[in-house]
């Protein structure tokens, strides 16, 4: 059973460029989160979404950030015109459908390092 | 708002010596509480984690963790480490109840275990 596959793992992006990490979840896995760790930090929760839904995106910023889970395919964080202050990991994390006590067991990947040059 | 507080960034130990890494947090509410471990070029895997109970909890590899509430602190221990213990490790912290899915990360601690 593969885990929660993050690519690419590295990206290289100039300032103004778009920058696309797609994550896949553990399969039969429905929820996906998203956190993001600057150089130095903890792991800092960005959002949570379902199949199609946004649930919580309390933790992204208010532009040029943007996250979807389609109902076929990876979810994708997308950070439009990025800045030097973009670089870092950022990590997706999934768990399964069912119990609400699930949601508190995420199971991460390994994580996609965006550099801006 | 939580906030997760690791205390050593990073620790350098001989193999057969003994761990213990430190984490405190800052929420007065009930929690629930997890040690992850991310291995060089892997991802982030759950070591153990503590819901509620015995407050000694086991997880892999022979680690163990010990919640202690009066003191918000949820440290993790290893009595004799291994050159394969060399990785990082996150304390996480969510509000408890079923449902929390908000984690909030320490800054991480980086062992290095030296053969």
């Known amino acids: 059973n593969a885990g929660v596959m993050q690519n690419p793992r590295h990206l290289v992006r100039r300032r103004g460029q778009e920058a696309r990490l797609r994550c896949s979840p553990m399969?039969?896995?429905?929820?996906v989160y998203w956190y993001r760790q600057l150089p130095e930090e903890g792991l800092k929760f960005m959002v949570y979404?379902?199949?199609?839904?946004?649930?919580?995106e309390s933790g992204m910023p208010k532009e040029r950030f943007s996250a979807e889970f389609p109902k076929e395919g990876p979810s994708i964080l997308r950070i439009q015109q990025v800045v030097r202050g973009d670089s870092a990991a950022y990590f997706c994390a999934s768990s399964p459908p069912g119990s609400p006590l699930a949601k508190n067991i995420q199971y991460f990947g390994a994580g996609t390092r965006l550099s801006v040059l | 708002a939580q906030s997760v507080s690791q205390h050593n960034h990073h620790v350098i130990l001989s193999e057969a010596a003994s761990l213990e890494l430190g984490c405190n947090y800052s929420y007065g509410g009930t929690v629930n509480l997890f040690w992850y471990v991310q291995y060089p070029g892997q991802h982030l895997q759950l070591l153990l984690k503590?819901?509620?109970?015995?407050?000694l909890v086991k997880g892999i590899k022979g680690f163990e963790a010990e919640f202690i509430k009066s003191k918000f602190s949820f440290n993790l221990r290893k009595p004799s480490v291994q050159w394969s213990d060399t990785a990082e490790y996150f304390c996480a912290v969510n509000e408890g109840g079923a449902g929390s899915y908000q984690l909030t990360f320490g800054k991480g601690t980086k062992l290095s275990v030296i053969p």
């Open positions: 503590y819901f509620s109970g015995d407050p």
């Open positions: 979404l379902q199949k199609e839904n946004i649930i919580d």
């Open positions: 399969k039969g896995h429905s929820h």
